[in-house]
């Protein structure tokens, strides 16, 4: 098997995304924003103090609140957040062609779920290593 190449994602490029980010959201479409945890709480903050918008905890989502990750790589983490969702809600309450609002820092080609707001677009199979993990 071929070993990955790394990636050193700085705090710059997550400030760069998250702004690029916070420029593509409407925010009557917006009133919270939920951070899923670990790789989604940076992003969390920093959009929050962009959009003056509250961070909510897992009780607090609703059909506004925004879901932020860090990335969606096979993106199994929002599937599963989103069936969980569909559960507590319903099928029919999902705006997005039936999806959560949702937000992430990076996104692989590949992936199962595609976010609506993207930092980056990712083509290739690098190995990210997000300043938080270092």
């Given at each position: 098997?071929?070993?990955?190449?790394?990636?050193?994602?700085?705090?710059?490029?997550?400030?760069?995304y998250?702004?690029?980010?916070?420029?593509?959201?409407?925010?009557?479409?917006?009133?919270?924003?939920y951070?899923?945890?670990?790789?989604?709480?940076?992003?969390?903050?920093?959009?929050?103090?962009?959009?003056?918008?509250?961070?909510?905890?897992?009780?607090?989502?609703?059909?506004?609140t925004?879901?932020?990750?860090?990335?969606?790589?096979?993106g199994e983490?929002?599937?599963?957040?989103?069936?969980?969702?569909?559960?507590?809600?319903g099928n029919?309450?999902l705006?997005?062609?039936?999806?959560?609002?949702?937000?992430?820092?990076?996104?692989?080609?590949?992936?199962?779920?595609?976010?609506?707001?993207?930092?980056?677009?990712?083509?290739?199979?690098?190995?990210?290593?997000?300043?938080?993990?270092?």
């Amino acid at each position: 098997m071929e070993e990955r190449k790394r990636r050193i994602i700085t705090w710059d490029n997550v400030i760069n995304y998250a702004d690029i980010i916070g420029g593509q959201i409407d925010k009557t479409e917006i009133n919270s924003i939920y951070g899923i945890a670990r790789g989604g709480l940076v992003l969390a903050v920093l959009l929050s103090h962009r959009l003056q918008l509250p961070i909510v905890e897992k009780d607090g989502i609703n059909l506004r609140t925004l879901i932020v990750d860090d990335i969606s790589d096979s993106g199994e983490t929002l599937l599963e957040f989103e069936k969980g969702f569909k559960v507590k809600y319903g099928n029919l309450n999902l705006q997005y062609e039936n999806k959560l609002n949702t937000a992430v820092l990076f996104q692989r080609n590949g992936t199962k779920y595609k976010a609506n707001y993207v930092g980056e677009k990712i083509t290739n199979n690098d190995w990210l290593i997000f300043p938080w993990e270092i």
